[in-house]
């Protein structure tokens, strides 16, 4: 238990340490459907006029001639009580925003940006030390491992960017480990929890199926090796799948009550987007999208491009995967399963998103839609690889500390400044930025903070040639206003309130000694 709140501790004091205390990508708009949900306001405006037939704004047509965002409901009602409590403290307190020179919406998305996030973060990585401990690995490697996953990994930028990421990692940890625990405990009711925790996930986002199929294999895998008893087993299949309709079935509860029937959105949206008035005189959506990529470039682009590879944004894997190689045989045969249900998993994923014209996940830092699947991979095989760091000697032990520390440095890269910077820098100067070298121009970016004349390529140094240039003219004032450290204080400091910008940065460089001193200390002890 000491161990535990060790843990638990030094993952929320990072944690907030790298928190902006916004929301990006499509959560903002995932925040506003649960302030609709719970306000009754529009979530769109039947006013609101659409760009093209893909644009996400403009929604889908629903229930009474209203306009509904076409996502998941999980990460909505997730974040709808930080959001009402953000809603209530701008009620109690109503010069709050004003005094934080924040708009009612930002206020919303920093109340639930610290108060859900982070601590649905905190419990990915007490998830991941629970599953370690259920693998057998002792209470001081699985602390060990569990940090380093989580700052070694891109569990760490996505602890930042609060995307879906984290909490189907979440739910599909818990997943595993409550599988794990059922058979090892021969306890039912962790078959019901583990089927509630992939109903979550599927709840959240609906490719989760793949990981709802890879932890069932996992179960029913666990359960054939330890018992060879077919009623026991079928007893065990049953629970899961108990635990696992609830969520289902409220996802399509909501589905039909938003849209008037229980057809997921992604299949309302092939229809309508070619056929609702809404666009009239839009040029029409291809008939396969999004399934119109090339599958060969997707494959490749997820395991080899220089901006989305998953050997370079996880530079963990590949060691990780050798040591697996040598030492298979040492592995339990619930851990050798385990491996192959999530190397499986991953396998599935870059396999069937190949087709998907944004297989990169767009702007997202590393390939969004398949790290999921990997830093489960890691788990177990980042457990062995520390295990095996602490019992090494002289120069083996030398390097496995320099690849740890590497791949901590190429994770605190990605939270350091705006995550979709070099993306913007990428279209400026009208290059592809998902095949350009994204790491180096981050590491580049982050140097020129300190020397600003470093390289030609330092966004101080940038020259505006043509200003009647559209893209130059779209993209060049992004750069310069992110080209800032991304942490909360540095984001939000205002010259005209220098008390107020004084206490955060006061309060953040508090909390980022103790991270270091406490990770320091649990790492030394």
Same mark, same amino acid.
């Given at each position: 238990?000491k !161990?535990? /709140?060790?843990?638990?501790?030094i993952?929320?004091?990072?944690?907030?340490?790298?928190?902006?205390?916004?929301?990006?990508?499509?959560?903002?708009r995932?925040?506003?459907?649960?302030?609709?949900?719970?306000?009754?306001?529009?979530?769109?405006?039947?006013?609101?006029?659409?760009?093209?037939?893909?644009d996400?704004?403009?929604g889908?047509?629903?229930?009474?001639? =209203?306009?509904?965002?076409?996502?998941?409901?999980?990460?909505a009602?997730?974040?709808?009580?930080?959001?009402?409590?953000?809603?209530?403290?701008?009620?109690?307190?109503?010069?709050?925003?004003?005094?934080?020179?924040?708009?009612?919406?930002?206020?919303?998305?920093?109340?639930?940006?610290?108060?859900?996030?982070?601590?649905?973060?905190?419990?990915?990585?007490?998830?991941? *030390?629970?599953?370690l401990?259920?693998?057998?690995?002792?209470?001081?490697?699985?602390?060990?491992?569990?940090?380093?996953?989580?700052? $070694?990994?891109?569990? &760490?930028?996505?602890?930042?960017?609060?995307?879906?990421?984290?909490?189907?990692?979440l739910?599909? !940890?818990?997943?595993?480990?409550?599988?794990?625990?059922?058979?090892?405990?021969?306890?039912?009711?962790?078959?019901?929890?583990?089927?509630?925790a992939?109903? $979550?996930?599927?709840?959240?986002?609906?490719?989760?199926v793949?990981?709802?199929? !890879?932890? +069932?294999? +996992?179960?029913? $895998?666990?359960?054939?090796?330890?018992?060879?008893?077919?009623?026991?087993?079928?007893?065990?299949? $049953?629970?899961?799948?108990?635990?696992?309709?609830?969520?289902?079935?409220?996802?399509?509860?909501?589905?039909?009550?938003? *849209?008037?029937?229980?057809?997921?959105?992604?299949?309302?949206?092939?229809?309508?987007?070619?056929?609702?008035?809404?666009?009239?005189g839009?040029?029409?959506?291809?008939?396969?999208?999004?399934?119109?990529?090339?599958?060969?470039?997707?494959?490749?682009?997820?395991?080899?491009?220089?901006?989305?590879?998953?050997?370079?944004?996880?530079?963990l894997?590949?060691?990780?995967?050798?040591?697996?190689?040598?030492?298979?045989? =040492?592995?339990?045969?619930?851990?050798?399963?385990?491996?192959?249900? !999530?190397?499986?998993?991953?396998?599935?994923?870059?396999?069937?998103?190949?087709?998907?014209?944004?297989?990169?996940?767009?702007?997202?830092?590393?390939?969004?839609?398949?790290?999921?699947?990997?830093?489960?991979?890691? /788990?177990?095989? &980042?457990?062995?690889?520390?295990?095996?760091?602490?019992?090494s000697?002289?120069?083996?032990?030398?390097?496995? =500390?320099?690849?740890?520390?590497?791949?901590?440095?190429v994770?605190?890269?990605?939270?350091?400044?705006?995550?979709?910077?070099?993306?913007?820098?990428?279209?400026?100067?009208?290059? #592809?930025p998902?095949?350009?070298?994204?790491?180096?121009? =981050?590491?580049?970016?982050?140097?020129?903070?300190?020397?600003?004349?470093?390289?030609?390529?330092?966004?101080?140094?940038?020259?505006?040639?043509?200003?009647?240039?559209?893209?130059?003219?779209?993209?060049?004032?992004?750069?310069?206003?992110?080209?800032?450290? +991304?942490?909360?204080p +540095?984001?939000?400091?205002?010259?005209?309130?220098?008390?107020?910008?004084?206490?955060?940065?006061?309060?953040?460089?508090?909390?980022?000694?103790?991270?270091?001193? #406490?990770?320091?200390?649990f790492?030394?002890?």
């Amino acid at each position: 238990m000491k !161990t535990f /709140i060790q843990v638990a501790l030094i993952a929320l004091l990072w944690l907030t340490v790298i928190n902006p205390g916004q929301l990006y990508g499509d959560t903002p708009r995932r925040l506003t459907m649960a302030h609709a949900l719970w306000t009754g306001t529009e979530e769109i405006s039947s006013t609101y006029q659409p760009t093209s037939r893909l644009d996400i704004d403009a929604g889908l047509k629903g229930v009474d001639g =209203r306009r509904y965002y076409a996502y998941d409901m999980g990460q909505a009602l997730l974040m709808l009580p930080g959001d009402w409590l953000g809603t209530m403290l701008m009620e109690w307190f109503p010069s709050l925003p004003s005094k934080l020179a924040l708009s009612p919406v930002r206020v919303r998305s920093l109340v639930v940006s610290f108060l859900i996030f982070v601590p649905v973060n905190v419990a990915t990585v007490m998830a991941c *030390f629970w599953l370690l401990r259920l693998f057998e690995f002792q209470e001081r490697i699985a602390g060990l491992t569990s940090l380093a996953w989580l700052m $070694g990994t891109t569990v &760490l930028h996505y602890g930042q960017i609060h995307q879906q990421n984290n909490q189907i990692l979440l739910l599909t !940890t818990i997943g595993y480990a409550t599988a794990l625990a059922c058979v090892k405990r021969k306890d039912l009711r962790f078959a019901i929890l583990s089927g509630l925790a992939l109903g $979550g996930a599927w709840l959240i986002r609906s490719d989760a199926v793949i990981h709802t199929f !890879t932890v +069932f294999l +996992f179960l029913l $895998g666990c359960c054939i090796y330890d018992n060879r008893d077919k009623f026991k087993v079928l007893q065990v299949i $049953g629970m899961w799948i108990g635990g696992f309709i609830p969520f289902i079935l409220l996802g399509r509860i909501f589905q039909y009550i938003r *849209f008037g029937t229980w057809l997921p959105s992604i299949l309302m949206g092939q229809s309508q987007r070619n056929t609702d008035p809404f666009f009239a005189g839009l040029p029409q959506r291809p008939s396969n999208y999004a399934f119109s990529g090339d599958f060969l470039g997707g494959l490749l682009g997820v395991l080899f491009s220089p901006a989305k590879s998953i050997f370079i944004y996880d530079p963990l894997l590949l060691p990780c995967l050798g040591l697996a190689f040598l030492y298979w045989r =040492r592995f339990s045969p619930y851990v050798q399963w385990y491996i192959i249900n !999530t190397g499986f998993n991953l396998a599935l994923y870059i396999a069937l998103s190949g087709r998907i014209i944004f297989w990169h996940g767009d702007w997202a830092w590393g390939p969004r839609y398949q790290v999921t699947s990997l830093q489960l991979l890691l /788990i177990p095989l &980042l457990g062995f690889f520390i295990m095996e760091l602490l019992s090494s000697k002289s120069l083996k032990a030398w390097l496995m =500390r320099i690849i740890i520390s590497l791949a901590i440095l190429v994770q605190i890269a990605s939270v350091t400044m705006f995550y979709r910077l070099e993306v913007d820098q990428s279209l400026m100067m009208s290059s #592809t930025p998902y095949w350009t070298f994204r790491l180096g121009m =981050r590491v580049t970016n982050i140097v020129c903070l300190i020397n600003p004349s470093f390289s030609e390529q330092c966004i101080s140094q940038i020259r505006v040639e043509n200003p009647q240039e559209p893209k130059v003219l779209k993209y060049y004032p992004l750069i310069e206003r992110n080209n800032k450290l +991304f942490y909360l204080p +540095f984001w939000f400091f205002q010259p005209n309130r220098p008390t107020l910008s004084l206490m955060f940065f006061g309060f953040w460089s508090l909390v980022l000694v103790l991270a270091t001193f #406490t990770t320091i200390k649990f790492c030394l002890g």
